[in-house]
């Protein structure tokens, strides 16, 4: 049928599908360049913790200065062999033949130590150097393979450093192809429903995948440039930020313009309306999450630090494909978009008025019906959740609780608890003056945890470098161990008190303690920023003080309730040791920038609404025309970041749930009861200081209008 809205000239019609398909030829252009990186991210990605830590740091200063006493770019590997009935000769010599064979060869030390026996007799272990600057994960593999065919009735397992590197590596190997599987998979089935259509939730993939193409292919070229350091958890991240504020800004842009294309024949005029309504707000919240996830690079740990620009680029990436490709994409197909049920040109239909949105319609008329009971309702509900947040166990966990589930690094871990000394092969090492030697020795010796310490030396003598000596200390537990962490914080209280040693104390002990104690630091400093930064975004998208108040108030109560409810899981039925504390941190920063969005698509609308019909009205229509839609967004954006689940990694899981719920709780309960209570209660003086705030209400129901006639 011919379009009866659209008297332009035929050279104005036809640029109008050009421009949308010169688009589109713009975006394969780009898929087809960036989108192999996000295969290759993996490849200049790093997950060496010591890697992360700052120059300052003082595990740091000491790696720099063991470079002047030992090969430093070699990490230990541990063999740890037990079997139940004693170890025999014949283990003995399996364990000597097989991993001499390794030694000198790529990737591999010199020289590996010889098999030595624990006292009880039912365990023996191998000291297996591992080179650093290669791909050492591939290295203990290689290793592995070599010792799987151990002698029957002898349990065998790489530990170590180089252990837990290998199965880190495993754990994020899963990241390239599980977690953009899962995450594809429950976006196309949540869109299928919302759309009830086989062709719009594939339109919508193809943006996030385009989006995903080129945030990886930046990320890449950064990465690769010494720009950034990226690292399994931030690609992990990477991804489903890209997939969830994709789909966010998608369904955003789609419902408008299904409202657009109901009261507006022409399908273009649709679209422009529909695209003008929406950059504002997809503009504001893509705005949001970029200034608040920016602030982590206050951080002084790398792998913060890089992770606030690398998901600032995801999120830039999010945005220009939802506001470019995708309205390129709805141009060219139009109504067919939504076959079969397609929206259909009826412009006596108001989308905001109910008849399109029923359900919301009526949550938004009992809301407004009796707004202090239900916020009153809503808050106490909040609060009782946020009042366990202070039982949740942030404090750090020992580096062998990183994983989910049984890993072999674990396992021979455990073993060697058993029968030695649980830090060996792994010492802890102090760097101190010349002159405060035997003092500093001294008391590495006497402190609590220590099994044993000794000077590094030179024939018969201390080994002197630059008027340094360094001290090698041989822990009672685990060194990847909270107890470790704590004996070495001793070891350092105990050489900080000999006179004129400056002594220094490192190793991978001290590493996991910095990195510890760092991101603490990074979280007290950090979240108050973000409160700040995105207040201010909110008090100039808004034009107010008070609503961008409530707003950032409400989203931190929700946190807060978030955490609580963790905690209760966490601690109990979920039985997880404890969390990084770096987890309420990233947790913190994508709940606020990210639930913040919501109430941002909520408000902006409302303020629209307002601004013809008053506070009131103008609350009850914008929950009536974007519940629904924010709704989903929050389901797709909660059912992608739980998809970092399926990676095994304590870290992820538990940011996984701390952000899925926190979105449930911000879109089901915050943005549909808690805000709008709120806002119709205080009315027009929600938008102070600004000029709305003084607007008389106007009534703009049909009934009004009748008893006005």
């Given at each position: 049928?011919?379009?009866?809205?659209?008297?332009?000239?035929?050279?104005?019609?036809k640029l109008?599908?050009?421009?949308?398909?010169?688009?589109?030829?713009?975006w394969?252009?780009?898929?087809?360049?960036?989108?192999p990186?996000?295969?290759?991210?993996?490849?200049?990605?790093?997950?060496?913790?010591?890697?992360?830590l700052?120059?300052s740091?003082e595990s740091?200063?000491?790696?720099?200065?063991?470079?002047?006493?030992q090969?430093?770019?070699e990490?230990?590997?541990i063999?740890?062999?037990e079997?139940?009935?004693?170890?025999t000769?014949?283990?003995?010599?399996?364990?000597?033949?097989?991993t001499?064979?390794?030694?000198?060869?790529?990737?591999f030390?010199p020289?590996?130590?010889?098999p030595?026996?624990?006292?009880d007799?039912?365990a023996?272990?191998?000291?297996?150097?591992i080179?650093s600057?290669g791909?050492p994960?591939d290295?203990v593999?290689?290793?592995r393979?070599?010792?799987?065919?151990a002698p029957?009735?002898?349990?065998?397992a790489?530990?170590?450093?180089?252990?837990?590197?290998?199965?880190?590596?495993?754990?994020f190997?899963?990241?390239?192809?599980?977690?953009?599987?899962?995450a594809g998979?429950?976006?196309i089935?949540?869109?299928?429903?919302?759309y009830?259509?086989?062709?719009?939730?594939f339109v919508?993939?193809?943006?996030?995948?385009?989006a995903?193409g080129l945030?990886?292919?930046?990320?890449?070229?950064?990465?690769?440039?010494?720009v950034?350091?990226?690292?399994?958890?931030?690609?992990g991240?990477?991804?489903?930020?890209?997939?969830?504020a994709?789909?966010?800004?998608?369904?955003?842009?789609?419902?408008?313009y299904?409202?657009?294309?109901i009261a507006?024949?022409?399908?273009?005029?649709a679209?422009?309306?529909?695209?003008?309504?929406?950059i504002?707000?997809?503009?504001?919240?893509?705005?949001?999450?970029?200034?608040?996830v920016?602030?982590?690079?206050?951080?002084?740990?790398?792998?913060n630090?890089s992770?606030?620009?690398v998901?600032?680029?995801?999120?830039?990436a999010?945005?220009?494909?939802?506001m470019?490709?995708?309205?390129?994409?709805?141009?060219?197909l139009?109504?067919?978009?939504?076959?079969?049920?397609?929206?259909?040109?009826?412009?006596?239909t108001?989308?905001d008025?109910g008849a399109?949105?029923?359900?919301?319609?009526?949550?938004a008329?009992?809301?407004?019906?009796?707004?202090?009971?239900i916020?009153?309702?809503?808050?106490i509900l909040l609060?009782?959740?946020?009042?366990f947040?202070p039982?949740?166990?942030?404090?750090g966990?020992?580096?062998?609780d990183?994983?989910?589930?049984?890993?072999?690094?674990?396992?021979?871990?455990?073993i060697?608890a058993?029968h030695?000394d649980?830090?060996?092969?792994t010492?802890?090492?102090?760097?101190?003056?010349?002159g405060?030697g035997?003092?500093?020795l001294d008391?590495?010796?006497?402190?609590?945890?220590?099994a044993g310490?000794?000077?590094?030396?030179?024939?018969?003598?201390p080994?002197?470098?630059?008027?340094?000596?360094?001290?090698?200390a041989?822990?009672t537990d685990n060194a990847e161990?909270l107890?470790?962490?704590d004996?070495?914080?001793?070891?350092r209280?105990?050489?900080?008190?000999?006179p004129n040693?400056?002594?220094?104390?490192?190793?991978?002990t001290?590493?996991?303690l910095?990195?510890?104690?760092?991101?603490?630091?990074?979280?007290?400093l950090?979240?108050?920023?973000?409160?700040?930064?995105?207040f201010l975004v909110?008090?100039a998208l808004l034009?107010?003080v008070?609503?961008?108040?409530?707003l950032?108030a409400?989203?931190?109560?929700?946190?807060?309730?978030?955490l609580?409810?963790?905690?209760l899981l966490?601690?109990?039925?979920?039985?997880?040791?404890?969390?990084d504390?770096?987890?309420?941190?990233f947790?913190?920063?994508?709940?606020?920038?990210?639930?913040?969005?919501?109430?941002?698509?909520?408000m902006?609308?409302?303020r629209e609404?307002?601004?013809?019909?008053?506070?009131r009205?103008?609350?009850?229509?914008?929950?009536?025309?974007?519940?629904?839609?924010?709704?989903?967004?929050?389901?797709?954006?909660?059912?992608t970041f739980?998809a970092l689940?399926?990676?095994?990694?304590l870290?992820?899981?538990?940011?996984?749930?701390?952000?899925a719920?926190?979105?449930?709780v911000?879109?089901?309960?915050v943005?549909?009861?808690l805000?709008?209570a709120?806002?119709l209660d205080i009315?027009?003086?929600?938008?102070?200081?600004?000029a709305?705030?003084?607007?008389e209400?106007e009534?703009?129901?049909?009934e009004?209008?009748?008893?006005r006639?």
């Amino acid at each position: 049928m011919p379009d009866k809205t659209d008297s332009s000239p035929r050279p104005t019609r036809k640029l109008r599908w050009l421009i949308p398909a010169l688009l589109l030829l713009a975006w394969l252009i780009v898929g087809g360049i960036t989108g192999p990186f996000a295969g290759k991210l993996a490849s200049v990605a790093s997950n060496d913790s010591s890697s992360f830590l700052p120059a300052s740091a003082e595990s740091t200063q000491v790696q720099n200065l063991l470079a002047d006493f030992q090969d430093t770019d070699e990490i230990p590997g541990i063999v740890i062999a037990e079997r139940s009935g004693g170890i025999t000769p014949g283990d003995l010599e399996f364990l000597r033949t097989t991993t001499s064979e390794v030694a000198g060869q790529p990737g591999f030390g010199p020289a590996v130590s010889p098999p030595i026996p624990s006292q009880d007799g039912q365990a023996a272990q191998v000291f297996v150097p591992i080179d650093s600057a290669g791909e050492p994960a591939d290295t203990v593999e290689i290793l592995r393979d070599k010792l799987a065919d151990a002698p029957d009735g002898l349990t065998v397992a790489v530990t170590g450093p180089a252990g837990q590197v290998a199965d880190l590596g495993e754990a994020f190997a899963g990241i390239d192809g599980l977690l953009l599987l899962v995450a594809g998979t429950v976006v196309i089935l949540i869109l299928i429903v919302v759309y009830r259509s086989p062709i719009l939730p594939f339109v919508v993939l193809i943006s996030a995948v385009f989006a995903l193409g080129l945030a990886s292919g930046l990320v890449y070229f950064l990465t690769k440039q010494g720009v950034l350091d990226l690292n399994g958890q931030s690609q992990g991240i990477l991804f489903i930020l890209v997939f969830g504020a994709a789909t966010d800004y998608a369904l955003l842009l789609v419902s408008r313009y299904r409202e657009e294309l109901i009261a507006t024949e022409d399908k273009y005029a649709a679209l422009r309306q529909a695209w003008r309504a929406t950059i504002e707000p997809v503009a504001a919240s893509a705005g949001t999450v970029i200034a608040g996830v920016l602030c982590l690079m206050l951080s002084d740990l790398n792998s913060n630090k890089s992770l606030g620009p690398v998901a600032a680029i995801g999120i830039l990436a999010s945005f220009l494909a939802s506001m470019t490709f995708l309205p390129a994409a709805l141009a060219l197909l139009g109504r067919t978009a939504f076959w079969p049920l397609r929206p259909r040109y009826a412009p006596q239909t108001s989308a905001d008025s109910g008849a399109t949105h029923r359900l919301w319609k009526r949550i938004a008329d009992t809301v407004a019906s009796k707004p202090r009971a239900i916020w009153a309702g809503t808050l106490i509900l909040l609060l009782i959740g946020a009042a366990f947040a202070p039982t949740f166990k942030a404090d750090g966990i020992a580096s062998t609780d990183f994983f989910m589930g049984s890993v072999e690094s674990v396992e021979g871990a455990e073993i060697q608890a058993r029968h030695f000394d649980a830090g060996s092969g792994t010492p802890t090492y102090v760097i101190a003056d010349q002159g405060a030697g035997t003092a500093v020795l001294d008391a590495v010796r006497a402190t609590d945890g220590v099994a044993g310490a000794e000077l590094i030396t030179e024939g018969s003598a201390p080994m002197v470098r630059d008027g340094k000596v360094a001290v090698t200390a041989t822990l009672t537990d685990n060194a990847e161990s909270l107890a470790a962490q704590d004996t070495v914080a001793d070891i350092r209280s105990a050489v900080g008190q000999v006179p004129n040693a400056n002594a220094l104390v490192g190793g991978t002990t001290a590493i996991d303690l910095d990195t510890r104690e760092t991101s603490i630091h990074d979280r007290n400093l950090i979240i108050p920023i973000v409160l700040i930064v995105v207040f201010l975004v909110l008090v100039a998208l808004l034009r107010s003080v008070l609503a961008p108040a409530i707003l950032l108030a409400t989203t931190v109560l929700s946190f807060a309730t978030t955490l609580g409810v963790a905690a209760l899981l966490f601690n109990g039925p979920f039985g997880f040791p404890g969390a990084d504390p770096v987890v309420p941190l990233f947790a913190f920063v994508f709940l606020v920038a990210l639930g913040i969005d919501y109430n941002i698509f909520l408000m902006t609308r409302v303020r629209e609404e307002a601004l013809r019909h008053g506070t009131r009205i103008g609350m009850i229509r914008g929950l009536t025309a974007t519940g629904g839609v924010i709704t989903s967004a929050g389901v797709v954006l909660a059912a992608t970041f739980a998809a970092l689940a399926v990676i095994p990694l304590l870290f992820l899981v538990q940011v996984a749930f701390l952000v899925a719920f926190g979105v449930l709780v911000d879109t089901l309960i915050v943005r549909t009861l808690l805000v709008p209570a709120l806002t119709l209660d205080i009315g027009r003086k929600i938008w102070w200081p600004s000029a709305l705030a003084k607007r008389e209400e106007e009534d703009t129901t049909p009934e009004s209008v009748l008893e006005r006639a």
